[in-house]
C-alpha cells in the first residue's frame, strides 16, 4: 500500500499570504490528521477530519482550517500567514479514529518570511 | 485533555535494554496509550499501543502500571537506529483529540 503523501514538500511564503496543503491518504483510511511541529512547541494537534466532517479541532486561531473530500484526500489552509506559522506540518491517517494506528506523512515544511 | 510527561532525554549503551517512561495521571478510562517515534526528518512511525494489559510487539514492549497512571516503552536491545525522539500519547478516538506528550530524545552509545 503506498503510504501517506503530502504536497508541498517545501513551501516559502511572506507574512500576509495564505497557503493551502495537501494530504492524500493511505487507501481505505477515513480518518485525516493534521499537526503542527515546532521546536518551541513539539508536536500539536491541529484538527481531524472523518468523512467529510471535522470531529476535533485543537487549541489554533481561525486562520486555520481544513476540509476533507469525499475521497478522504484532506486539505488545510492557512490564511494571513504569520512568521510564528513556520512550521512543519504534518498529516497522519488510520482506519476510523485515532484509537487506531496513525500513519503519518512526510510532512510539509512551511517557512514564512 | 489528558496530559503525558517524559524526560527530555535519555542515553542508552547499544544492545542493552532501554525503559523509556511516560506520566499519565490525569488519563481517563477510555484513553488508549500510544508510543510513536520520529527519526530526523522523518514524519513520526507507530511504535505500540494498548488500553489495560502489557503488550508486546516485534518492535517493543509496552508495561501499563495498574493504575494507568505510567507506562513505559521497552526496547529490548537498542541499536543506533534506535536513536529518535519517543512521544508518548494518548488518544480516545472520537471525538477526543489527541494529545501529545513533551517527546523523548533517545541517545544510542555505540
Known amino acids: 500500500k503506498a503510504g501517506v503523501t503530502q504536497t508541498p514538500r517545501y513551501l516559502i511564503k511572506t507574512r500576509g499570504q495564505q497557503v493551502t496543503l495537501s494530504c492524500s491518504p493511505i487507501?481505505?483510511?477515513?480518518?485525516v490528521s493534521w499537526y503542527q511541529q515546532t521546536p518551541g512547541q513539539g508536536l500539536q494537534f491541529l484538527f481531524e477530519y472523518f468523512s467529510e466532517t471535522q470531529r476535533n479541532k485543537g487549541n489554533f486561531p481561525g486562520r486555520f482550517s481544513g476540509r476533507q473530500f469525499s475521497n478522504s484526500r484532506s486539505e488545510m489552509n492557512v490564511s494571513t500567514l504569520e512568521l510564528g506559522d513556520s512550521a512543519l506540518y504534518l498529516c497522519?491517517?488510520?482506519?476510523?479514529?485515532?484509537?487506531?494506528?496513525?500513519?503519518f506523512g512526510p510532512g510539509t515544511r512551511l517557512t514564512v518570511l | 485533555d489528558a496530559k503525558t510527561t517524559q524526560p527530555n532525554s535519555m542515553e542508552s549503551n547499544e544492545e542493552e535494554p532501554v525503559h523509556l517512561p511516560c506520566n499519565h495521571s490525569t488519563i481517563s478510562g477510555t484513553d488508549y496509550i500510544h508510543w510513536y517515534r520520529q527519526l530526523p526528518s522523518q514524519g513520526p512511525e507507530y511504535v505500540i499501543h494498548?488500553?489495560?494489559s502489557n503488550v508486546n510487539n516485534r518492535m517493543a514492549s509496552l508495561a501499563i502500571a495498574e493504575d494507568r497512571k505510567s507506562s513505559t516503552l521497552i526496547l529490548h536491545r537498542a541499536t543506533l537506529r534506535d536513536a529518535a525522539v519517543y512521544y508518548c500519547i494518548l488518544g480516545a478516538g472520537g471525538y477526543q483529540k489527541v494529545t501529545f506528550g513533551t517527546g523523548t530524545k533517545l541517545q544510542v552509545i555505540p
Open positions: 487507501s481505505g483510511h477515513r480518518s
Open positions: 497522519a491517517s488510520s482506519l476510523v479514529d485515532t484509537t487506531d494506528t496513525q500513519y
Open positions: 494498548g488500553l489495560t
